[in-house]
């Protein structure tokens, strides 16, 4: 099993970002899907999940409306759209294989996200 992030970088409060999850050695769309992240000095935070079996989501309500996850079935990809960006959501961002609650049994290395002028 392997999950590799990219699509991280710098931005400007109010920017957008699109981070992508490359899923191998299973299928995305069998298991629910989350993204996590961690602050600077931070511990583990969920940020959204897509159920497997359909479209469903759930998103922290720190981010809900901002947030937008998404999944390709053909890529076996997962995706996290972010907008209106703000400077609390600098963290390195991970995608994982888990509900909201967790365990998140396979994690990526993450792909770091920073939000500042």
């Known amino acids: 099993v392997q999950l590799v992030e990219s699509g991280g970088g710098l931005v400007q409060p109010g920017g957008s970002l699109r981070l992508s999850c490359a899923a191998s050695?299973?299928?995305?769309?069998?298991?629910?899907m989350s993204w996590i992240r961690q602050g600077p000095g931070k511990g583990l935070e969920w940020v959204s999940t897509i159920y497997p079996l359909g479209l469903a989501s759930a998103y922290d309500d720190t981010v809900k409306g901002r947030f937008t996850i998404s999944r390709d079935d053909t890529n076996n990809t997962v995706s996290l759209q972010m907008n209106s960006l703000k400077s609390e959501d600098t963290a390195l961002y991970y995608c994982a294989r888990g509900p909201s609650s967790g365990p998140w049994v396979d994690r990526g290395q993450g792909t770091q996200v920073t939000v500042s002028s």
């Open positions: 050695g299973f299928i995305v769309s069998n298991s629910p």
